[in-house]
């Protein structure tokens, strides 16, 4: 099972406000406006975040196409986001680093296809995350802890993003 983030953290990633409103707006169809990256995949559908990750094997990778909201984005170049569904979420990274997103993406619906895992990441990874996202009170608050913390990663090929403004 993936370990809660420190309270500061998921402040700092948006999440607490995704998962406090129920921001995904699953009911209505997803029409994309930007893509990022390589084509989507024509096969499949996207499922739910939140499905993805409740079929992924433990500790096996696995290709997925999934939709959810993105909470959060680095502010300092798009080079990764949060993308949440209810209660899951992953952080989302891209392939090769060949391509980013825009840092003003927040709070748009997206679908990403990519490669889904448990994934760990070190108190310095996760204070580098969080300095990202623009919060100085996280990152101390994870440097000071020091504990290594789990979640779901997916390293994207494409990613096709919702304007909702």
Same mark, same amino acid.
């Given at each position: +099972?993936? *370990?809660?983030? /420190? ?11 995704? %998962?406090?409103?129920?921001? #995904? ?15 989507? /995949? ?6 739910? %975040? ?12 696995? @290709? #997925?196409? #999934? +939709?959810?909201?993105?909470? @959060? #984005? ?6 990764? +986001? ?19 997103? /825009?840092?003003?993406?927040? +709070? ?16 310095? @990874? ?8 623009? *919060?100085?009170?996280?990152? @101390? ?6 504990? /290594? ?11 096709? %993003?919702? *304007?909702?403004?």
């Amino acid at each position: +099972m993936i *370990n809660k983030l /420190p309270t500061a953290f998921l402040k700092a990633a948006g999440v607490a406000l995704a %998962l406090a409103t129920g921001a #995904v707006i699953a009911d209505e169809a997803f029409v994309a406006h930007q893509s990022f990256g390589a084509a989507m /995949p024509v096969e499949g559908e996207a499922v739910s %975040l939140k499905t993805a990750i409740s079929s992924l094997d433990s500790g096996a990778a696995q @290709e #997925v196409k #999934v +939709m959810g909201q993105i909470t @959060e #984005v680095c502010q300092a170049k798009g080079c990764w +986001m949060l993308l949440v569904d209810g209660d899951s979420y992953a952080r989302i990274t891209f392939k090769d680093y060949a391509f980013f997103v /825009p840092t003003e993406t927040s +709070m748009q619906r997206a679908v990403v296809y990519g490669v889904l895992e448990d994934a760990t990441l070190s108190a310095d @990874e996760a204070a580098h995350y969080a300095q990202d996202a623009g *919060n100085a009170e996280a990152r @101390e608050e994870l440097l000071a802890a020091g504990k /290594p913390i789990r979640e779901y990663s997916l390293v994207a090929a494409a990613v096709q %993003l919702e *304007n909702r403004l």
